[in-house]
């Protein structure tokens, strides 16, 4: 039980499909993530929330989409996918210090046929 | 630019010792983490360190260098739940993770 919890846990769609991932804390933590995790690759963060308010976007192309209604829930939006942004999606919290430690889901392992 | 460095692959047999380096390259420093992540599982919090020096959990240790941008994670007496990929992680000055690819690491019976 890692306190993150990710659904789906796996998703496969078409180029032109729309879809949600949906990430859930019961930490009680302040920050929220998203991740790109590829094989063989350097995780790649995508979005950061702090209290619900987006403090980061590391050149994210539209097509990806974030949601924070509250500082215990984060949705990802897909719409109009390609096929190399098939990769594992985590979601993490942590208190937001800096040296906080992250703490992860386990992933939606997104197929994009 | 910024960069981590650690091996893609090692291999150790059961109850053996085995180290996982990790060298980095980042503007400014803020301490390093280290994370296990089992196939198909989300990424565990393994450590931290940000002063040089061995700091001992158990059966793992992480060891932080400043001077020499190095660290490794030393894994003893190991079992086949060891098998899993190990992520090294640097902060910058800005307080950015920077993220090595991860050490997939194979025990052997």
């Known amino acids: 039980e890692t306190g993150v919890t990710q659904t789906p846990r796996h998703l496969v769609m078409g180029m032109t499909n729309k879809k949600s991932l949906k990430c859930e804390q019961h930490l009680g933590h302040n920050a929220m993530y998203w991740y790109k995790q590829s094989a063989k690759k350097p995780l790649e963060l995508m979005f950061v929330y702090n209290f619900k308010e987006q403090t980061e976007n590391n050149s994210v192309p539209s097509r990806f989409s974030p949601e924070c209604p509250n500082s215990s829930h984060l949705f990802l939006h897909l719409h109009t996918l390609q096929p190399e942004d098939s990769a594992l999606y985590l979601c993490?919290?942590?208190?937001?210090?800096?040296?906080?430690?992250?703490?992860f889901g386990n992933g939606t392992r997104l197929t994009v046929t | 630019g910024q960069n981590i460095d650690q091996p893609t692959e090692m291999t150790a047999t059961e109850g053996a010792i085995v180290q996982i380096n990790c060298t980095y390259q980042t503007s400014g420093f803020n301490g390093l983490f280290w994370y296990q992540q089992h196939a198909g599982e989300a990424p565990t919090f393994l450590s931290y360190n940000v002063l040089d020096g061995l700091e001992e959990k158990g059966r793992f240790s992480s060891f932080l260098s400043r001077s020499k941008g190095y660290s490794y994670l030393l894994l003893k007496e190991l079992q086949m739940k060891d098998s899993a990929s190990y992520l090294c992680a640097a902060v910058d000055s800005n307080y950015q993770l920077i993220w090595g690819a991860g050490t997939k690491l194979i025990i052997k019976p």
């Open positions: 993490a919290s942590s208190q937001g210090a800096e040296n906080s430690p992250l703490h």
